[in-house]
Nanobody, 126 residues
Framework: QVQLVESGGGLVQAGGSLRLSCAASGRTFSVNPMGWFRQAPGKERELVATINWSGDSTYYADSAKGRFTMSRDNAKNTVYLQMNNLKPEDTAVYYC???????????????????WGQGTQVTVSL
């Protein structure tokens, strides 16, 4: 059974940092694109960042550029999202996602991902 488990969320003041982790189990995702998405109350789930299988190609939403960094450790079957200079508008539940098929590319749409974690809450206060 495939599982994606996010961790690292919490409450932080504006300007602070958090590092999210997503550990995969049940199969290896070392050749699969992965992504981080977020969903704020009353809003649709949106892409934050995505990474290709090797980690040498990433894509960030405009809101994340310059502040967030996505990386992966294929040996640990884990992806990370380093979030710096957090803002109140970053408050959301953050989800990790994995694509079932291997690919050298990254993917930016929610429907392109097959596996999802349960999410971790990130709250940024003023």
């Amino acid at each position: 059974q495939v599982q994606l488990v996010e961790s690292g969320g919490g409450l932080v003041q504006a300007g602070g940092s958090l590092r999210l982790s997503c550990a995969a189990s049940g199969r290896t995702f070392s050749v699969n694109p992965m992504g981080w998405f977020r969903q704020a109350p009353g809003k649709e789930r949106e892409l934050v960042a995505t990474i290709n299988w090797s980690g040498d190609s990433t894509y960030y939403a405009d809101s994340a550029k310059g502040r967030f960094t996505m990386s992966r450790d294929n040996a640990k079957n884990t992806v990370y999202l380093q979030m710096n200079n957090l803002k109140p508008e970053d408050t959301a539940v953050y989800y990790c996602a994995a694509r079932r098929l291997s690919s050298a590319y990254y993917y930016t749409r929610t429907y392109e991902y097959d596996y999802w974690g349960q999410g971790t809450q990130v709250t940024v206060s003023l």
